[in-house]
T-cell receptor, first 112, second 114 residues
Framework: DAKTTQPNSMESNEEEPVHLPCNHSTISGTDYIHWYRQLPSQGPEYVIHGLTSNVNNRMASLAIAEDRKSSTLILHRATLRDAAVYYC?????????????WGLGTSLAVNP | EPEVTQTPSHQVTQMGQEVILRCVPISNHLYFYWYRQILGQKVEFLVS????????KSEIFDDQFSVERPDGSNFTLKIRSTKLEDSAMYFC????????????FGAGSRLTVL
């Protein structure tokens, strides 16, 4: 399974943008880039995913490098509720292998 | 879409006892998953279930584990004889969106084995 590398932790101030990086240099052409987050004492929550083009949704934006070997999750205005562990995961779009392989993620602290 | 509901939220059991964890994801979904997370560790894949059959399982999912969809709506994970190391949060998830490419997780069931 292709692996991802994320910083262990990051810190932000409330209402400021946050850029969470992820390296995935061994990504294959059929891998989607998924981001999930896990708030304290809760189940994981889907944030966003993309393949090649940048993506936007109500929660965040995903900027994907042209060579797809890295990506950045962008929270445009961090809130206290965004304090969570953020996971960058590669998921093969082909075949029946749909499981997610989780790393340790980035623990985001948001200061008031 | 409605959320994934898991019961019980917390179960305490003695080592060697059988445990059944339940998940109600909605009957018209095809892809379901169980994951677990030992306190302070990574989320680990256990098993995926597609069209009422196991499609993939991890090394963790040994003969002590089984999954069923007994009535077309509930989705259960059974641990036949619990061990201390089975203590963890167990998350059920269903596949949603185009191609069931996105997972929607439940809040989890915390299992404590004494």
């Amino acid at each position: 399974d292709a692996k991802t590398t994320q910083p262990n932790s990051m810190e932000s101030n409330e209402e400021e943008p946050v850029h969470l990086p992820c390296n995935h240099s061994t990504i294959s052409g059929t891998d989607y880039i998924h981001w999930y987050r896990q708030l304290p004492s809760q189940g994981p929550e889907y944030v966003i995913h993309g393949l090649t083009s940048n993506v936007n949704n109500r929660m965040a934006s995903l900027a994907i490098a042209e060579d797809r070997k890295s990506s950045t999750l962008i929270l445009h205005r961090a809130t206290l509720r965004d304090a969570a562990v953020y996971y960058c995961i590669l998921r093969d779009r082909a075949g029946n292998n749909r499981k997610l392989i989780w790393g340790l993620g980035t623990s985001l602290a948001v200061n008031p | 879409e409605p959320e994934v509901t898991q019961t019980p939220s917390h179960q305490v059991t003695q080592m060697g006892q059988e445990v059944i964890l339940r998940c109600v994801p909605i009957s018209n979904h095809l892809y379901f998953y169980w994951y677990r997370q030992i306190l302070g560790q990574k989320v680990e894949f256990l098993v995926s279930f597609y069209n009422n059959e196991i499609s993939e399982k991890s090394e963790i999912f040994d003969d002590q584990f089984s999954v069923e969809r007994p009535d077309g709506s509930n989705f259960t994970l059974k641990i036949r004889s619990t061990k201390l190391e089975d203590s963890a949060m167990y998350f059920c998830a269903r596949g949603t969106g185009i191609g069931a490419n996105v997972l929607t997780f439940g809040a989890g069931s915390r299992l404590t084995v004494l």
